[in-house]
């Protein structure tokens, strides 16, 4: 005997498993949609990051010189003050700039900014010096000379080189270079 298949239990089962088909495409499609969601939110927190370090990054342009701007209130202060006393002797007035370069003096160190004061005889540094010219010399030529202009650094950069004059060997009338040990000092 042979079962023929009853059409209602294949209708019951094909809707049964349409059923499941919606829910299944149901649930999927609420899952895209909270993911969706998800990523449009980590969008607009990420747009307002980038907005708020944008405005970071103006507001430390716009007041990054502010904390030496206040510590340099009492040199103005004390300049201002030299110039309006009328009557006051060379000394005062010497003493006044004395104690206004102080507190200037004070301001560098606090800003942790140093003078670069190389040495006569100190060996010539491009990375701190700047040659301004090179004379004939009986010392050890790429040496500092003379020390025109005192340079400055901000923590480890150079804001301005000290600006020098660097020895170079002498030459005899053939051109030459003597070299500083066979140099006659007559």
Do not use: C
């Amino acid at each position: 005997m042979s079962e023929t298949p009853n059409p209602q239990e294949e209708s019951v089962s094909a809707a049964a498993e349409e059923k499941t088909l919606d829910q299944l495409l149901a649930e999927a499609q609420a899952r895209i949609q909270e993911q969706k969601d998800a990523w449009l939110r980590a969008m607009a927190e990420t747009e307002n990051v980038r907005k708020r370090a944008q405005a970071d990054v103006q507001a430390a342009h716009k007041f990054g010189i502010e904390r030496i701007a206040e510590s340099l209130l009492p040199v103005m202060d004390s300049l201002e003050a030299a110039l309006g006393v009328a009557q006051g002797s060379p000394q005062a007035l010497r003493d006044g700039v004395e104690l206004t370069l102080k507190q200037l003096k004070a301001v560098f160190q606090r800003v942790e900014l140093a003078p670069v004061e190389p040495v006569v005889g100190e060996r010539f540094d491009p990375h701190q010096h700047q040659a301004m010219a090179a004379v004939e010399s009986t010392t050890e030529p790429n040496t500092v000379v003379e020390v025109m202009l005192k340079g400055y650094r901000l923590h480890d950069r150079i804001l301005r080189p000290a600006l020098v004059t660097v020895a170079k060997a002498l030459e005899n009338t053939d051109g030459n270079p003597i070299s500083p040990s066979n140099a006659d000092p007559n």
